[in-house]
């Protein structure tokens, strides 16, 4: 059985990965809001313009050729097509359009305002309620982090793709590094370098943001106990990578380390990740160039009675979803978040996935579990 060594696990979490606390994930986001523009007086203002934005996208994704399942559509593209309009004369591009769509015109508002107060109704509803969980006890199955570090036995590098704080919360009580000085609260990449004097169990990466990050006065990123402390216009995340990967810290320093970490792994564990952000793939896509006996782990729910049936789609989708041709780096399991990370997150099962003789061997076949 292979032992793995130092830097050679890397885990990514996406949105699938908080469900089971209790936090939707950005397609039933998409169903909410579309619930409350038919249904909730304060949002049936926006039920015109957001089923103009909504049709647009897809419309968008089918001169491309991608329709039905295919057409990434969710939260983050919404709010991201919603703020790139809201620049209106300010965008880079401005110049160059002879005319904005008439009926945009028509149902945006005077200066494009509905536009601008349908991006931040949703961010509102999404950091007060969707990502605002009163009992932090349902997300106790993170706790399975703290297990494999301790077994593994070197610091584990952690990166997600979500705002919420199950995490840490659940984490608590571990060296756990989340890249800010401890006096100052403020944000110092330098808090990632290993400190054997300062050993930290888990190096959490929040490559979008987090919940309670915010800038203070003068531009530093810092953090507050309480999120209700910090407006929502002012909360330092970003609504995926590819559209708002901005050039200031954190967001192009935690970008760069899953670049550098992918690179160093073995093994690539996504759990609950969907593949909807382009330049996560892009990342992941050459970290599996980069070495043919690297492994990328999907973990998610397939759903279905014919497992093996549906672990070669899934397979096939994450590969055209990253694009990358080889098919045999790319494992599937079936597995909700909470089961996976409580109970079959162990290095035994990682191990099991590159099969060999000998332990010096590299890893030259892979099967799926």
Same mark, same amino acid.
């Given at each position: ?23 939707p994930?950005?397609g ?30 897809y ?5 491309r050729?991608?329709?039905?399942d ?10 991201? &097509? ?6 209106? !004369?300010?965008? &880079? ?20 305002a ?13 950091? !007060? ?57 403020k ?41 209700s ?32 970490? &992918?690179l ?40 279905? !009675? ?50 060999c ?13």
């Open positions: 059985m292979y032992a793995f060594k130092r830097n050679e696990i890397v885990i990514l979490l996406g949105a699938g990965a908080s469900v089971d606390a209790g936090i994930h950005s039933e986001m998409i169903r909410q809001v579309e619930k409350l523009v038919k249904e909730d007086r304060d949002w049936e203002r926006f039920r015109d313009i957001y089923n103009f934005m909504r049709s647009s996208i419309h968008s994704d089918g001169v050729g991608r329709f039905g295919e057409v990434n559509y969710n939260i983050e593209r919404l709010v991201n &097509t919603l703020e790139e309009i809201r620049k209106k !004369q300010e965008h &880079t591009l401005y110049p160059f359009v002879g005319a904005w769509n008439p009926t945009l015109v028509e149902l945006a508002g005077r200066n494009f509905l536009v601008g107060e349908l991006s931040s109704a949703i961010v509102k509803k999404l950091r !007060q309620q969707w990502i605002a969980l009163e009992d932090y006890g349902s997300a106790d199955y993170f706790r399975g982090l703290i297990d494999f570090q301790a077994n593994y036995q070197h610091p584990l590098r952690v990166f997600t793709l979500n705002y919420d704080l199950c995490v840490e919360k659940a984490c608590a009580g571990v060296a756990l590094e989340r890249g800010f000085n401890s006096h100052t609260r944000w110092d990449w330098r808090q990632f370098d290993d400190n054997d004097n300062d050993p930290r169990a888990i190096f959490l990466y929040k490559l979008h943001g987090s919940n309670d990050w915010t800038y203070d006065k003068v531009g530093s990123l810092t953090f507050y106990d309480e999120t402390r910090i407006e929502d216009h002012a909360a330092a995340i970003i609504f995926g990578t590819t559209y708002k990967l901005q050039h200031r810290d954190p967001f192009l320093f935690l970008a760069y380390e899953f670049r550098r970490w &992918t160093e792994a073995r093994i690539i564990v996504c759990i609950g990740y969907g593949f909807g952000d382009e330049h996560i793939n892009k990342i992941i896509q050459q970290a599996l160039n980069g070495d043919e006996h690297r492994l990328l782990l999907s973990v998610s729910p397939l759903f279905s !009675q014919n497992l093996e049936a549906a672990r070669a789609q899934k397979q096939r989708m994450i590969a055209q979803a990253i694009e990358h041709d080889n098919l045999n780096q790319i494992v599937c399991c079936d597995s909700f978040a909470r089961d996976f990370i409580k109970n079959q997150l162990t290095l035994d099962y990682l191990a099991s996935l590159f099969p003789s000998d332990e010096n061997e590299l890893f030259p076949i892979v099967r799926n579990e």
